[in-house]
């Protein structure tokens, strides 16, 4: 019972840990949005078209670029089809004698029919011994996620999720919504900025 509790309490901490990358990425964007729109937008430009020009189309982007991280964050990671998985006669037999070649007879015969072409170095079936399974062209098993991951790209702290199948496209979206993003903050604040810090503008915001 103790144990179990004591196991029970590390997985909530692993997981509160693992979404501390998510936490921090949030942060940075709402101050971000803090930032630009009353800051620069509401704060320090003058003309009233100017600031409804910037804002126009600033929303777009921060929401594009939103739905495409929560999106790649929260889509369940795509897992081999069931076919894949050793029957339950075929993995008695390949439990039983660990030996190379039965190993690869078992395989070898689970494996028929099934859209297969990568192999091992060695010429073998991919197997999986964690997940008892016969693995998909490109698919890995992911440590931290405990599972094979169709098409597994890599695990990114920084969506607390596995780059995959299922979110790969989302990813992408992502890394280019945030490049528009962080491009057009940049453009539309440059003049403020290096106003800011020439002399003359310290001055003047001294004085506001």
């Not at 003309?47 to 964050?73: G, N, Q």
């Not at 894949?84 to 690869?104: A, G, Q, V």
Request: a neutral charge.
């Amino acid at each position: 019972m103790v144990l179990k509790m004591a196991g029970r309490g590390l997985s909530i901490c692993f997981a509160v840990f693992r979404s501390l990358p998510v936490v921090f990425i949030t942060a940075v964007i709402v101050w971000s949005y803090y930032a630009y729109v009353f800051q620069l937008c509401l704060f320090t430009m003058q003309s009233d078209v100017e600031k409804i020009f910037c804002l126009i189309f600033y929303h777009p982007l921060l929401i594009l670029m939103m739905w495409a991280y929560w999106k790649t964050i929260f889509t369940p990671v795509a897992l081999p089809p069931n076919e894949f998985c050793l029957s339950s006669d075929d993995l008695e037999h390949f439990e039983s004698d660990p030996s190379l070649t039965n190993r690869k007879e078992v395989l070898t015969h689970a494996a028929i029919g099934l859209p297969l072409l990568c192999r091992t170095p060695t010429g073998e079936v991919r197997f999986c011994d964690k997940c008892k399974a016969i693995k998909p062209d490109r698919a890995h098993h992911c440590s931290v996620c405990s599972a094979c991951i169709l098409k597994m790209d890599h695990h990114c702290p920084w969506v607390n999720n596995c780059v995959g199948y299922s979110n790969y496209k989302f990813f992408i979206l992502f890394l280019g919504y945030a490049l528009l993003y962080s491009l057009y903050s940049a453009l539309t604040s440059l003049q403020y900025f290096i106003s800011f810090w020439s002399v003359s503008g310290r001055v003047q915001y001294i004085e506001i």
